[in-house]
C-alpha cells in the first residue's frame, strides 16, 4: 500500500473543515498563507502560514467593513475552546461592539506609555544619530551645541509629549535676553527636531511645539572684531594653553589668513603648498566653490607657512588638524574631520579675558564675546586698516568680486604681498614684536607735538 500523499489529503483552499483536531492537523503548509474555512461555523477560518503554524480566524463584517481578528493559535487553542471564543465573539459583534476594539485600544496606551516614557534629551540623542548625522560636520557641531548648551538645560528632563508652546516660548525668550541671535538659531535647531519627532511617531502630526512661535529677534549685521590690546591678550592666552599644537595653528590660520572655521578643520595636507605659501581648496570643499565653480586660494604669510612646516602629520590622516579614527566593518581606519573647534575657542578665549563674567560666573554680554568668525572678521579689518581693503574681498575667497577684485586676481605677486603684510601685523601683535600699548603712546606724543608746533 502506497503512504498517504499529503497533498492529495489536504483540502483545497475554499474546502471546509470540520472544527477537530484530525482535520486541522490535516492542513499543510504551503509556500504562501492561507485561510481553510470550518463548516457551520460562519466565518471561522483555519489559517495556515509557511511556517506550519495554525491559527483560528475569525472574518466577519463591521459597518459594512469587512475585517478579520485573531482567536487563538492551535494546539494552544483547542478546537473546541475555538468553538467557544467563536460563539462569544458573534454576541459582541452582533451586540454592535468591535472585537479588534480591546487590541486597537491597548496598542493606543502602549504608544502612549512609550511617548510618556520618551523625554527631549531622548529626542536629542535620537536627533544627532539619524539627522544631524548626515549634515555637514561644521552644521551637525553648531546645532548639538545649542541643543546640549541651551535647550537640554532647560528640557531635558520633560517628557517629550508636555513639552508645548508655553515650554519653548519661555526657553526662547531667556536665550532671547542675553543672546538674541542665539536664540533665533535655536528657534531653527528646535522646530526641526520636533518635526521629525512627529515622522518618528513621537508625537501627533502637527504638534509642532515651535510653529507657533512666532516672536523672531531682530538681528543686526555682526561688526565685531579684536582689538589690538585684544590681540595681544589672545596671543599670551595662546601661548600659555595646553591645547595642542595642531588646534592651536587652526586659530591663527583663521587669523593670519581669514580662514572659516569649516575650512582649516577640513584642511589637508595634499592642499598645502609650503613653497609657494598657498593652501588651494577644491571647489567641493569650500562655501563659495558651488558659485564660482573654483578652487579657493588661500594665501599664507610666512609666519603662517612656519606654523605649518612646525607640525608633524599623524601617520594615514589626510587633515592637518586630527580629527576622529574611524574603524569600518573591514577594519580600515577612516579619518573624519576634527569639529571641536568651539570648545577649544571657548577655552582660550576665556583664559584671554576676552569674555568677563558677573559675581555669578555667568557671561555679562554674550553678544559681545568674540567668536571663531570674528577672527576673520578681525583679519580683513586689519587689512582694511593697513590701505588693503581692495584686496581683502580676494584674501577671504568671496564670491562677489568687484571689478577693481578681478584686475587684483590677476596679480598674484601683490596679492600675496597683501597677506604677508596683513598676516606679519596680526602675528607681531600675538607674539610681542609689536607692541600696541606702545604704538598707541608715540601716535599720541607725535599728535600732541603736532598739536603745539
Known amino acids: 500500500m502506497k503512504p498517504t500523499d499529503p497533498q492529495k489529503t489536504e483540502p483545497k483552499k475554499c474546502a471546509q473543515i470540520r472544527l477537530n483536531k484530525t482535520d486541522v ?8 498563507d492561507y485561510f481553510a474555512p470550518v463548516a457551520g461555523h460562519k466565518g471561522l477560518n483555519v489559517r495556515v502560514l509557511p511556517s506550519g503554524k495554525r491559527q483560528f480566524v475569525l472574518r466577519y463584517r463591521f459597518n459594512g467593513i469587512q475585517k478579520k481578528h485573531v482567536l487563538g493559535e492551535y494546539p494552544t487553542m483547542t478546537p ?17 461592539k468591535e472585537p479588534n476594539e480591546a487590541k486597537v485600544q491597548a496598542h493606543k496606551k502602549a504608544l502612549e506609555d512609550r511617548r510618556a516614557a520618551v523625554t527631549v534629551a531622548n529626542l536629542v540623542e535620537r536627533y544627532e544619530e539619524e539627522h544631524a548625522s548626515g549634515n555637514s560636520e561644521s552644521w551637525k557641531a553648531e546645532s548639538m551645541r545649542l541643543l546640549r548648551k541651551l535647550a537640554l538645560p532647560a528640557l531635558g528632563k520633560i517628557p517629550l509629549r508636555e513639552v508645548g508652546p508655553a515650554e519653548i516660548s519661555s526657553l526662547l525668550h531667556k536665550v532671547g535676553k542675553a543672546t538674541p541671535i542665539q536664540a533665533n538659531r535655536l528657534r531653527a535647531v528646535l522646530r526641526t527636531m520636533f518635526g521629525r519627532a512627529e515622522e518618528w511617531g513621537l508625537r501627533p502630526l502637527g504638534s509642532n511645539p515651535v510653529a507657533v512661535v512666532k516672536a523672531r529677534n531682530q538681528e543686526t549685521k555682526r561688526e565685531r572684531r579684536l582689538t589690538d590690546l585684544e590681540l595681544k591678550a589672545l596671543g599670551k592666552a595662546l601661548l600659555d594653553s595646553k591645547e595642542g599644537t595642531e588646534v592651536k595653528v587652526g586659530i591663527r590660520m583663521a587669523l593670519l589668513a581669514g580662514m572659516r572655521k569649516e575650512e582649516f578643520q577640513a584642511a589637508r595636507w595634499e592642499w598645502v603648498d609650503l613653497d609657494a605659501g598657498e593652501i588651494r581648496i577644491p571647489k567641493e570643499f569650500h562655501k563659495t566653490g558651488r558659485k564660482t565653480q573654483k578652487a579657493r586660494v588661500i594665501r599664507m604669510c610666512s609666519a603662517l607657512v612656519a606654523d605649518l612646516q612646525g607640525l608633524t602629520p599623524t601617520l594615514g590622516c589626510p587633515y592637518l588638524i586630527p580629527g576622529r579614527p574611524l574603524r569600518d566593518d573591514a577594519g580600515k581606519i577612516n579619518w573624519k574631520p576634527y569639529t571641536a573647534m568651539q570648545n577649544v575657542w571657548e577655552r582660550i578665549r576665556d583664559a584671554a579675558g576676552l569674555a568677563p563674567k558677573d559675581e555669578k560666573g555667568e557671561y555679562i554680554n554674550e553678544e559681545e564675546i568674540p567668536g571663531l568668525h570674528d577672527l576673520r572678521r578681525t583679519f580683513a579689518s586689519i587689512g582694511a586698516d593697513l590701505g588693503l581693503k581692495g584686496f581683502v574681498g580676494e584674501l577671504l575667497g568671496h564670491a562677489e568680486q568687484t571689478v577693481t577684485d578681478i584686475y587684483t586676481r590677476a596679480a598674484a605677486e601683490r596679492l600675496q604681498e597683501a597677506a604677508e603684510t596683513i598676516g606679519a601685523r596680526i602675528d607681531g601683535i600675538l607674539t610681542g614684536k609689536v607692541d600696541p600699548e606702545k604704538e598707541a603712546e608715540e601716535k599720541r606724543k607725535l599728535k600732541d607735538k603736532k598739536t603745539v608746533s
Open 25 to 32: 492537523e490535516a492542513l499543510s503548509p504551503r509556500e504562501k
Open 80 to 96: 473546541d475552546r475555538a468553538d467557544k471564543v467563536w460563539h462569544s465573539k458573534w454576541d459582541e459583534i452582533n451586540a454592535g
